[in-house]
């Protein structure tokens, strides 16, 4: 049984990519077949996990318009049971050739059907927009994990994300839950991220994971290696908190 | 003879609104007459100014479906030099809606028409991607500043961002300039930082500004009290950054 984890948040910057390629290698540590999607035309989950974009052939945007099957374009990692569905910039297209199609929404879900029997966890790397990429994932998941940066600016978009995410429940995926809010970023020194973690946790109560993941450098220079954190630098801050978010993650599907 | 300046880059969370609200703030320290326009339906740069976007009567959205005219809705804001047009929410509908209308990338162009001699300055905070708002704003500009975040990550977007500043400027807007790239968040005690500045600067040479916004924490605290950087906190490393990016700014504009 597949769970299909979507990582969104409008907001930029906010952690999503790192957030999305590291938990996918996490859970791949823990020996859970793990599969990748970026579906963001940035394509940096692509290349966090040392793939490279523009040497890719095929990519999710040949599959949202019909033209390829996704099991034909996986590729593999460095991780046994983690494997990508690659992404690069010919995706900004699928937004526009999409518009005017019949059922432009569910393309990506039609898409998975294909694959439920081969992974237990799919992972969704989202751009930072609510466009139809978003929209997308949205509908093909079964819950969606929202990375919250300790930042001002990040708290104000939650109120459209959640907006956004309550009218896909409506009128595209009825079975659409949150998995959960991730603080990213924390560094203990600074007040707003205090604040910002206070307000976060008083709003969403226990939606929001125990695990916070703190600022830590060796994150920002692991996709520079290519390489998720656990392979970069096992040993750090940033490979131990997105190990904590996978075995709460895990625990919490068992609990579903 | 104004000069509109368009904040742009799809990454997320590299900078643009910091930049946007704090160069708008020290242009009008500097006696320039200013407008900040916020084209991101996240409405950051109204926040950051201290205007609510929920209280906002009408907004960008309004004048960009043409129910209303750009000099009906400006704002005020705590600095004489400096007025703001708002955005909010409701401006995620422009993106929908523009897409089947003729003309569609020239409504912002078409809009500031009536202001060229209100202003010195016009300043366009952009969202993270490159959609219909982003291309209206880089039809609408003389040119585009774009911050660069020291991060790994927000290196591999450049070469997407210049092909679409490309593209405008073939199809949109052949005037349209690079007025340079900022790097923003730097941190001397981080190697990435001191990578990717050498390789901006290595590819784009004198398009680089002299001036580096450096990693600050009263940067990321002055959006929580409504006030740019000059206001929240003058003797800081943040405002003495923007000041002297603003005098960049003036000087250059003697050049051109
Ligand atoms: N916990 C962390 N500590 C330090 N740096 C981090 C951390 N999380 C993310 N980063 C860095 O911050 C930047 C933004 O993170 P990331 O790209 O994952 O965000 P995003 O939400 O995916 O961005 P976008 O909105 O562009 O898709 C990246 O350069 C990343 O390396
Ligand atoms: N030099 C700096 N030092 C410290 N924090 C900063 C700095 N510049 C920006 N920030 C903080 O980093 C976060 C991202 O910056 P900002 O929101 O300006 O980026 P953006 O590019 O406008 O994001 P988006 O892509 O969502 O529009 C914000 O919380 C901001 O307060
Ligand atoms: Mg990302
Ligand atoms: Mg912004």
Redesign the pocket.
């Known amino acids: 049984m597949v769970k299909v984890i979507c990582v969104a948040n409008?907001?930029?910057?906010?952690g999503k990519t790192t957030t999305a390629v590291n938990l996918s290698a996490s859970l791949a540590v823990a020996e859970k077949k793990t599969l990748l999607i970026d579906c963001d035309p940035q394509a940096n989950a692509t290349s966090g996990l040392g793939v490279s974009p523009e040497q890719v052939a095929k990519n999710l945007y040949q599959v949202l318009i019909g033209k390829e099957n996704i099991a034909g374009i996986i590729c593999p990692t460095e991780l046994d049971y983690l494997q990508l569905v690659p992404s690069n910039q010919e995706l900004i297209g699928a937004e526009i050739e999409l518009v005017n199609t019949v059922s432009r929404e569910i393309k990506l879900k039609e898409a998975l059907s294909s694959l439920t029997n081969k992974f237990e966890y799919i992972i969704l790397d989202c751009p930072?927009s609510l466009g139809l990429l978003t929209i997308n994932a949205l509908t093909a998941a079964d819950s969606v994990l929202i990375p919250v940066?300790c930042?001002?600016?990040?708290m104000e978009?939650l109120s459209q994300l959640l907006k956004t995410i309550e009218l896909v429940t409506r009128s595209l995926n009825s079975a659409l839950a949150i998995e959960g809010f991730v603080l990213t970023m924390f560094d203990s020194r600074n007040n707003i991220c205090h604040q910002v973690a206070d307000e976060v946790r008083e709003h969403f109560q226990d939606k929001v994971f125990a695990t916070v993941v703190h600022r830590n450098v060796r994150l920002s220079e692991s996709p520079s290696y290519g390489k998720p954190i656990v392979l970069y630098d096992i040993s750090s801050k940033g490979a131990v908190n997105y190990l904590d978010l996978a075995k709460e993650i895990i625990a919490q599907a068992r609990r579903f």
């Open positions: 409008q907001k930029g910057g906010v930072p940066q930042e001002y600016y990040a978009g």
